[in-house]
């Protein structure tokens, strides 16, 4: 199995691509949960349905988020109620969330919740979320800490951070199989996701980190920092708030520790030389995925290192 | 204050009609939440919902059900997760669930929340459930016991019904305001609701039948039968699991403890002797509300009669 480690946005991309590479069923996705959240007494897993929707072919690859076609007639009516609408869900995704919250309210693992919904969608490959735990990203802000989704989407992360703290981590169990899939991996893709908020919380799992650093697999991490700046995001603001140098290089250095290959945009390369002095192999690639084919071509790639 | 007592479909003609012939503000209505259940895990009121959507102008009066224009992308969604579907919940609609589950969850209590809802849809009338305590009408089927919902939309009515019971009924309390507003009223009308699963349940609560016993003001009552059948739905078989004969004098015996006034379609003016000697005065109506004017007109003449 290749084992992928993602957040949504950009590790979607690349798993789109990597799926129509490989056999879907080659590939175990293991993603992260941090951003999850409740709203409107309804448990959303944002980045766990971004990577379902995108493998189950219903993603709205233009926006990025949600399902493709989707409607937003109940939304209206939620806020018509005095419900927040700063998150937007559709009708069908909205059908996600009442699904999973019913099924976790009915004692299922938030792993077996996973499992039916991607069988449902078509899911072909194993997508596990990180823990079974409940993970939350924290933002600290001048005016108190929030969350994540509060920070990225309701305030559009206009606010200042000071910090960022995963809240629960310490006492989170990865989920069955996350570390079994690492151990026994034929290649790991650490996704160009936030290393902040996307892998970070992935490697707050207590053994998850030690999984990557012992396993016999070459590690491959794809930078999702390009001449500086974020491909999308705010990964740059993240990384300063975490004390990370906001670079191809500060990315690397966050995971020195666990990563045999680091491939960054050719825009990057004189950061090879300072990479290449933390142990860490560095490559070129075009990592910027703009249409389907940027997508397949990295993934093919990548496969090819592996 | 003009108390009335209903369930969903027929009750809300006549209340649209009410509400159109006094001003909104001296209606309290008394509404029905033995139907309530639990699915897709959120918390459904269907005859409450009923009344707020006709009151806040947005039912579908086709259907007798659901909102006006309303979608049904998030069903076939549930459905496509392995959901219920036989319960047609619209987009809009699943926004009143949602927003109804999150607040229960919060600690309000139905009437609370229904108070809320209704204020939100802009309807002015006092609506209030008969109980804040879940009260389960149940029907006895040579199968085993099923929920009303069941028995009634995913049945279709077509399994053999040996009774009815109300369970959680002897241990539940008026919703505070009912019996205050039947003690106070200046004329109380019961609805030509199903006899047996509308106003049965708010009998069934403890205080309310001795309320309307009690009460001052005149107790009107519109038959749901006309001619030996229901005006719709399977009164008709209920009312015989029950025991009740099947016909206006049926109706107006179960009534006849708190009834002063029973109005029954001309169709059926050959019930009145045998009505007037259970003590209950009579008055031929026509009663079957088809139209925007049937329903005013039976409206206005009832409030003449108070």
Redesign the interface.
Known sequence: MLVVLTGGTGGAKLIHGLSLEISPEELCIVCNTGDDFVL???HISPDLDTIAYTLGGVADTEKGWGIQG??F??????E????ESWFKL???D???H??R??LL??GLTLAQVTE??GK??GVKAALLPMSNDPVETKIQTPAGEISFQEYFVKRRWSVEVSGVSYAGAQASLPAPGVLDALRDARGVIVCPSNPVTSIGPILAVPGIREALRETKAAVLAVSPIIGGRPVSGPADRLMAADGMEISSFGVAKAYADFVDLFALAPEDKNWRTRIEALGVKTVEKTIRMNSLNDKRNLARELLALL
Do not use: C, N, Q, V
Request: charged content about 30%; proline content about 0%.
């Open positions: 409107h007494g309804l989707d409607t007639a109940a939304l209206e009516w939620l018509k109620y005095g419900g559709g009708d069908r909205l059908a996600t009442i699904t919250s019913r309210r009915e039916r919904i449902s969608l």
